[in-house]
């Protein structure tokens, strides 16, 4: 089964989505099921996994109905307040949602680059093991520090990485990130989804050669066994198309064995998610 590991759905609101900027304009409306079902079926794609856009628990229960109505949504990454004090019973309550399988905040729009640090938010991640919960890691290359810290704080927390933490691809700049992926890379709790690349790079004039050395990078560290392939669809739409982003995948791992390529297009989002009422990683 072939899954796309990270993607968005929205009913467009201007002040909810208000990181959506007036250069991001073809984004400002909705986007649904039935706008990505025609994209999954002529890319082979069996199904996806629903990622938050929004931090509310608002957010967390749309998808959750969405999910309800349409099977080919295999897996939901919501968003809780991982500071509440209440945090346990928040996902006491979420853990009775089989298809919700994680939560993620949206770090890269923190101004404090050591927020994943505070205690509050570490009580949070602490808690999550206990049902089972995994966590994307949404940042920026500079907060790659932080990233680092809080994984090794807890061994057995499962995480994955968003868009290999949006390296500066537009810039050509490779250090620190690649070094300090590197070291993340060596913790393996860690997963890392290889999405997000095109609409870090230039949105207009992006070339596949531009792309190469972060996908080396990635690929050398985390292996066909830790990345899975995301599209961060419709996000990506400000760059490319799905198709596009998908065969950029497709072309760099042509010569990948038949079993890696399932791995990265499927098998390995199915075991971190713990999809089709597996375990997580």
């Keep these: 089964m072939q899954v796309d590991s990270h993607q968005h759905f929205w009913k467009y609101d201007a002040q909810r989505h208000a ?20 994209e999954l079926s002529a890319n082979g794609m069996a199904g996806c996994v629903a990622v938050q856009a929004d931090q509310s628990e608002q957010e967390t229960n749309f998808l959750l109905e969405l999910s309800q109505k349409y099977d080919v ?22 853990s009775k949602f089989e298809k919700l399988c994680g939560f993620r905040h949206v770090v890269q729009a923190e101004a ?11 009580r949070g991640i602490n808690a999550l093991k206990k049902y089972g919960f995994t966590y994307d890691i949404l940042i920026y290359a500079r907060q790659l520090p932080a990233a680092l810290e809080l994984i090794s704080r807890f061994p057995d927390q499962p995480f994955v990485i968003d868009h290999i933490a949006k390296p500066s691809i537009r810039a050509k700049v490779m250090a620190p990130w690649a070094a300090q992926m590197r070291s993340l890379a060596e913790h393996p709790n860690v997963y890392c989804k290889v999405s997000g690349l095109i609409t870090e790079a230039d949105w207009r004039n992006w070339r596949v050669q531009d792309l190469l050395p972060y996908l080396n990078v990635v690929f050398d560290t985390f292996g066909p066994e830790r990345l899975m392939f995301g599209s961060d669809w419709p996000v990506c739409l400000l760059a490319g198309t799905y198709q596009q982003v998908k065969n950029l995948i497709e072309g760099f791992i042509g010569k990948l064995s038949i079993q890696q390529k399932k791995n990265i297009f499927g098998l390995n989002a199915v075991k971190f998610y713990g999809l089709e009422n597996g375990s997580p990683a």
């Design 73 to 94: 949504i295999k897996g939901i990454v919501g968003w809780v307040d991982l500071q509440s004090a209440e945090i346990s019973d928040r996902l006491e309550y979420y």
């Design 19 to 38: 990181w959506i900027t007036d250069e991001m304009k073809i984004l400002r409306r909705d986007f649904l099921p039935s706008d990505l079902l025609p």
């Design 112 to 122: 404090d680059d050591n927020f994943m640090l505070r205690p509050e938010f570490c």
